[in-house]
């Protein structure tokens, strides 16, 4: 089953191949899906991950209606469709409020927490300490894993425990919104976080931002691998503690170079969540409501094995919302019971099937060598 995320970037795809061939009309109809995708994807999320969807929707929206306005086969101004004005330090990405999502937001991925502790937080917050034993604090760290497992919420999270300016773009943001410009917007980014003494950047969705370069692959696409290899090489030499976290739910699609020594050195695979960890994300989202006595979150966990975080989200949200309805009917206080969970769980399907699994497995096989 396609993910809505996977429609959104299929819609993207499209919009792409549309601007290319100078059909602004088929464009803009494309990037009206992406808008809808997203607006769908920011109402099943929550906080901080629902703003970056709906600030995603809006972006799209915006595009469609530059598309909309532009005559089929005129030319390109710049060669670009957004026609926003640079600025020319990349400040635009400094993100100026630190993401809220803290490690105990999230539930499970021990070990990934425990490996980017040591590897990652540790060694920036004492850096002098760090080198005195010859480690070279910053660098790069890729998270990867199947949809809805916390991702981006991970990244999110490492940048809030960090004391360091942090810098945010999706792949399917910056793509979308300075299509055509993407290489130097992310070159600007690149050296925004460098001037810094310190500085965090989080680059969500990069394989849509640095796919694989090949024969049959746009100019513009490789242009803007190739430069981000170059603005990326060199970091850890540099007298900043630069740290750029990727996430990506399709790390095969990423150009290969990006993963050689010097760039992601680290890379995270998180995985679905366990039993506990699902109990925990029912927990998380459950929060304050309250819960009729038929409910035993133990049970429930146990009964979505195939669920990602994302999936267990969007359960406990349905169940709320049929528990509201309810209590506005009868006119009583709003509880949460089992059959209000049971019917969520039928109308929403779980993600996590062994096709889903298995590419990853694969990858981390023919990378690393072991699963
Ligand atoms: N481990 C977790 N702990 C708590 N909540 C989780 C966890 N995993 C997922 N969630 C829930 O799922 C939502 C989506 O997670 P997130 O966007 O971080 O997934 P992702 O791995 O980045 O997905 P994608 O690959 O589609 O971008 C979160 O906002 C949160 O509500
Ligand atoms: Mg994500």
Known sequence: MQSMNDKKRDFETACAAAVKARNFTEAAK?????????????????GLVSAAYAKEAASWRDLA?????????????????????AP?????????EKPDVTFDDIAGMEEAKRVIDEMVILPMKAPEKARSLG??????????????????????????????????ASGADLRSKWYGESEQR??????AA??????VVFLDEIESLLPKRTENSHAADNRVVTQFLSDLGGFKDSKNLLLV??????PWEIDEAVFRTGRFDEKVYIGPPDKAAREKILELNIRGA????????GDLASAMENASGSDMAAVVSAAKRAALARSIRDDSDPVVTLADFEDARKRIPLSITEEILKPYRDFIEERFGSV
């Open 290 to 297: 309250r819960l009729a006595d038929d409910v035993s979150l």
């Open 186 to 191: 992310l070159s600007q980014l690149m050296n």
């Open 135 to 168: 480690l070279a604090p910053g660098g790069g760290v890729l998270l990867f894993g199947p949809p809805g497992t916390g991702k981006t919420m991970l990244g999110k999270a490492i940048a809030g425990a960090l004391d360091a300016p942090f810098f945010y």
């Open 88 to 96: 020319a330090d990349g400040g635009e990405w400094l993100v100026s």
């Open 30 to 46: 494309a990037a009206s899906g992406a808008a809808d995708c997203a607006e769908i994807l920011a109402s099943r999320t929550a």
């Open 194 to 199: 460098k001037s810094m003494p310190v500085a």
């Open 65 to 85: 209606k530059k598309l909309e306005g532009r005559k089929n086969g005129s030319p390109a101004r710049n060669g670009s469709v957004a026609s926003g004005e």
């Open 245 to 250: 976290l990727g996430a990506t739910n399709k």
